[in-house]
Every structure is written in structure tokens, then in C-alpha cells.
């Protein structure tokens, strides 16, 4: 195994939500937009050799997962849907050893004329 945050890793980014995740009772009841950045620390080497799937973490399936996450409960802070869904990944998939995700929020409800307000988590499988 390699040390956490390096090695192999199964990347996604900009997977885009809708969602109502927020403080504020305006983001509760008219959502806003959401990205997910995230890499999962696994293993590649045995489907580098093999090309078959079923020795691999399919991208697809992680996707699954975020979605679903994403979509089963409200938070209040997105440091709270990160963590919830860096769960939610641990518990399906095995082969992930580690987890880096940026949630970030473009309409934040914040007076910034340009940029997003965001959070990133780096976790490591619990032992």
C-alpha cells in the first residue's frame, strides 16, 4: 500500500448538483448549484494488466455514490455533505484507501463578485 495522497487514484471532477444544502432558509428552499472534485487512492495495477473491470473501483459506481449522497440528506455545511459522502465511499468500496474531495459552492451567500467559496477534506480510511 501506498502512503496516503499519493500513488494511484481514480479521479472525477466537476461533477455537477443541484441541491439544498446551506444555512440559510433562501438556499433550503431555492437550492443552488454544487461541484464535487474528488480522488480516490486505489490500487491500479492489476487492471493496468489485466484491462478487465471487474479489477477495478468503476468510476461509474463512485458517481453512483456521491449522487446518492449528495441527494439523501440535507446539510447545513458543506464540510458536513463532504464528510457524509467520504463515508458513504469508504463503506461501498474497499479497494479505496484514501479520499481527497472539494465540494465547492459557486453562489455562496456571500457578497463576492467573482470565485466560489469551497472546502476540501483529505481522509484516510478509518483502520
Known amino acids: 500500500m501506498t502512503a496516503a495522497f499519493t500513488g494511484d487514484r481514480i479521479i472525477l ?9 446551506g444555512l440559510f432558509a433562501e438556499e433550503e428552499r431555492l437550492g443552488q448549484r454544487f461541484f464535487v472534485d ?3 487512492g486505489v490500487d491500479l495495477s492489476a487492471p493496468g494488466e489485466t484491462d478487465a473491470i471487474g479489477h477495478t473501483v468503476s468510476y461509474a459506481d463512485i458517481y453512483d455514490v456521491v449522487k446518492a449522497t449528495f441527494e439523501t440528506k440535507r446539510t447545513k455545511l458543506i464540510e458536513a455533505l463532504g464528510q457524509n459522502i467520504v463515508t458513504a465511499l469508504f463503506e461501498r468500496f474497499g479497494d479505496i484507501n484514501w479520499i481527497i474531495i472539494r465540494i465547492r459552492k459557486p453562489e455562496a451567500p456571500i457578497a463576492m463578485v467573482r470565485g466560489e467559496a469551497a472546502i476540501e477534506l483529505h481522509r484516510v480510511r478509518p483502520v
Open 13 to 21: 471532477r466537476d461533477l455537477g448538483f443541484y441541491g439544498y444544502h
Open 38 to 40: 474528488l480522488e480516490c
